[in-house]
């Protein structure tokens, strides 16, 4: 009995989970931002080791216009999945706005070594590596 109660309060969870990812998506698509925060505030309040929920609120923060929140949740998602290419470019789109080319050229080869066919990654190195690591005499 007690295991049974247990595995409905996982199920609980997960659908109470899957209802606040839900209605995130929705919030976002509704450019309700403040309200995408709040309900992945509580998605990764219930799911701390999900990445992507660390990863989908640090683009609602970048969409606040909150780039030292958005570079700490995709550091998050970074630790909890060091292969999320999509995590490392966003982290180098950032530091390049941020003006920061040495952490965006960092972030940008990190992405590329895991997705190489992402031909936007590569333009962004080959536009960022001269002023990071010098010009070729």
Known sequence: AVMAEHVEKENQLRRAF??????????????DLPLAIELMDRATTLEPGWSE???????????????????????????????????????????QTLDDKRRALEAFRRAAA?????DRL?????RLSPDVD????
């Open 18 to 31: 899957d209802l606040l990812t839900e209605r995130a998506r929705q919030a976002m698509s509704s450019q």
């Open 53 to 95: 929920g660390w990863n989908r609120r640090a683009t609602v923060f970048w969409m606040l216009s909150d780039p030292s929140a958005a570079i700490a949740d995709l550091q998050r998602t970074l630790v909890l999945e060091p292969r999320h290419y999509e995590a490392w470019a966003a982290l180098g789109r950032i530091y």
């Open 114 to 118: 895991l997705y190489p066919r992402m």
């Open 122 to 126: 590569q333009q962004a190195i080959d």
């Open 134 to 137: 010098g010009r070729d005499l």
